[in-house]
């Protein structure tokens, strides 16, 4: 059986949503000027955004025993070789 996999559930996700904007406001602040790296941003927002039924999803449906399932987009990106 299918049991969707809920990431705004875990430890790391709820302390992501609480402190990520705070963490990039005080890079962006000092007095330096320096930023995060948009790799390192993107891939933190794209964490966030992994997974998340509100983000994208595909309904599926099996018209054989009429089972349907939410299942939210994945963050992983696939390597073609």
């Given at each position: 059986m299918?049991?969707?996999?809920?990431?705004?559930k875990t430890a790391?996700?709820?302390?992501?949503?609480?402190h990520l904007l705070t963490?990039?406001?005080q890079w962006t602040d000092q007095a330096d000027g320096r930023?995060?790296?948009k790799f390192v941003t993107d891939?933190?927002?794209g964490f966030m955004d992994?997974?998340?039924l509100a983000r994208g999803f595909?309904?599926?449906?099996?018209d054989g025993c009429g089972e349907h399932h939410v299942v939210a987009f994945s963050c992983?990106?696939?390597a073609v070789w």
């Open positions: 299918y049991t969707r996999r809920q990431p705004e790391l996700y709820r302390v992501m949503q609480q963490f990039e406001q930023t995060l790296p891939e933190l927002h992994c997974g998340i595909a309904h599926l449906f099996c992983k990106a696939r």
